[in-house]
């Protein structure tokens, strides 16, 4: 379960019906940089452990080594650059972020948005790498565009409600649904998570009960007073 | 010598004339990626004991943290956000490069250029989070315009050069020597490097001739066959 | 025939088989600046009429009101940006443009790409204006992923044949079929159109017979010793 | 007076003391997109010829050239790219500005941010091209770097203050004077400006006793409900 990519490969396993994903989304939040993002990992795959829920964190990429080293649950990078290896000064490579540990990557978040070319890019070289594609999508129509360029998860995150506490999963269902819907039209692989403002595990349950695979999630954990006690309640919330 | 950031501070020992500099910017070049880096790094700190000159390393975001575990010279971020601590997915920030154990960072590269008022809040910001600035220009009248914005070093690099192997330094002195002369009109402190093409002993030394404090190198070194021995042959070309 | 946006719209007229389309990307060359683009445009308005293919223009923003205001064929700008009214100095809107006389718009061209959610942004912001949206894309699967978003027309164009005089239908044939076959799975509507390289009237006619509804071209055009008589050619190459 | 370019040359007329400038952009507002481009720039004409003062107006791309049509104030694009004539669709080309009618150009504006380097070469382009250069910067540091690179306006305007109706003059009267101290320092010949929150013809007036030497105003004067009232009330303001 806690492998490299577990998203792909022939294994009758990866048919099965997948536990809930929850994914966290480390940002550039003080909280969870350097030694803070070890230990909230660490948090994570805890409750990971104790609940079978899989849960995968995205710290920053001077982070990412150690938390890969750290943990066994999967380590997503937060970006990654369509870039191949060369003379690209400042620029993140899919091949680095991998050898550092990591085993997936979010592309196209609405902090972090890409040109349009470039994300069918990243999903083709994250797949020759290995690294599980995680694309962000802002709407029902661009996650159903996105599906046709075949990442391994979308990850439908309306942006005014990122960072206010106000769940999509309550307040816009039907951008779940309808992304859903849309996707499920020419892609029956990737799997479907929503985000943007997922705060009690209530939202989580929401989520499930609309059909998504899970969560992204990031100040709702990052900046929970007690990270552990919200993670399990996300993860409790996500077996009933 | 080896301080995290040896170019500010009170001492009197700052005000004595500094051996020259060399910092080896590793790019996303897959030879000075993981491992490697580190492996790189090791023979540059090598290369710098042998010789006292100072030499400096820049490896990708993912391998800051191990590189500035396994050495104790100067280790540089290739390049950080405008951003401060927050919802800023997929972006460097100082903090965390600090954190991650660089002393420093490029600021500007050709490759990863930035808007002018990013170019500023940089280097404010590196210098409350006590990051040695190196901002990276194309010619000289840029040189002297970010000299008004007191960055700790500035590298003069033609992008035209940058990669071929033809020296700045012998194929455009008058971009070194014009550099020189017009930031030193307005900022004293401001440590002035040139790139581009530095491949020999001999463009470093000429380089150091012209008046250049040092260099920023990178396919030169990173590409090498025996990245030590030209790493000897530039230190040993700076001593002259 | 020569209306505002011929795409849309209920009439029985709008059903039947079209004439194919040549669209002519001015760019920035300085053959199609100013008095110039004038001048280009009423050739290919001429060659409009004399053959009954659709010819339509892409000047440059400074001259869409001028050329807008001497001919009467279709007059697209070259980009706009995902902008609203307000306070975006410096930003190309889509309500300006249309006032300067534009009936459609080229979005994300390879020599201007955009973010996806821009992609999105734009198509719908066209449509509301009653602008023809022409997104170019780089590749089948982007091709079919921008189906999705419903624009009025779709033009592949591999980015490394553009400006190489090797046209995309000869090159790249199946670039050509395979984005047909894609788009047409999730959208019937949207008129398909390719360029990159396209500088004969054969090879005008090789799109046609590949399936492509008309082309895009620029450089095969605008840099022709003399445009009209090329645009003749590729007009005639059409009708066969 | 009211030359193409009334900022270089060698005529001793030049070397006068000049009146104060007020340059109007126009942004992306609808008040001031098409006709009433045309019409804001007529009122604008009408209270420089009235007053003697400067007034020069800056609308859209798309509008340029029937604004120039239209009067024979100065007239600058709100931004240019750093692009040479060729394949640059969707680009803005300085030439074609310049054919348009445009006598200068607003560059780097808050809105429309540039890469440093950008800026020096849209500077160097602009003068090639005889046009007016009007860099906009955010703080007296950027403003004195800018200085740097010869343009033949800088105008400061503090990003946060824009469009708020809080005047520059005078919740930051010391951004006007460090401004003009830092630049004057290396730089004899730019006029320097000052926008940002100009509402009212006091700000003028402020402004120019701090010792700017005129303002970028926008919403002051587009979304005024009498623009004519205001643009006589900043000239006259300016008399006194």
Chains 1, 2, 3, 4 share one sequence.
Request: glycine share 6%.
């Amino acid at each position: 379960m806690l492998c490299a990519n577990p998203y792909r490969g022939g294994t009758s396993l990866d048919k099965k019906p997948r536990t809930p994903i929850i994914i966290v989304n480390f940002k550039t939040y003080l909280e969870a940089t350097g030694k803070r993002a070890v230990e909230l990992a660490k948090k994570a795959e805890k409750a990971s452990r104790e609940t079978g829920i899989e849960i995968a964190v995205s710290p920053q990429f001077s982070d990412l080594a150690q938390v890969a080293e750290a943990v066994e649950i999967p380590v997503y990078a937060q970006h990654v650059d369509a870039v191949s290896p060369g003379a690209h000064t400042g620029h993140v490579l899919a091949e680095a972020v991998k050898e550092a540990g990591a085993t997936g990557t979010l592309i196209n978040h609405s902090e972090r948005q890409l040109k349009l070319a470039d994300v069918d890019a990243i999903i083709k070289h994250s797949e020759e790498k290995e690294l599980t594609s995680c694309v962000c999508t802002s709407n029902p129509a661009i996650s159903a565009a996105v599906a046709y360029l075949n990442p391994d998860i979308i990850s439908i995150e309306p942006p005014e409600l990122i960072g206010t506490g106000i769940a999509v999963s309550k307040a816009q269902p039907e951008a779940v649904t309808d992304t859903i819907r849309l996707v499920r039209k020419v892609n029956n692989e990737a799997i479907i998570l929503c985000g943007a403002g997922i705060s009690h595990g209530e939202d989580v349950a929401v989520a499930l009960k609309l059909g998504a695979q899970g969560v992204l999630v990031a100040s709702g954990i990052v900046k929970a007073k007690d990270p552990y006690i919200v993670l399990r309640e996300f993860a409790d919330s996500s077996l009933k």
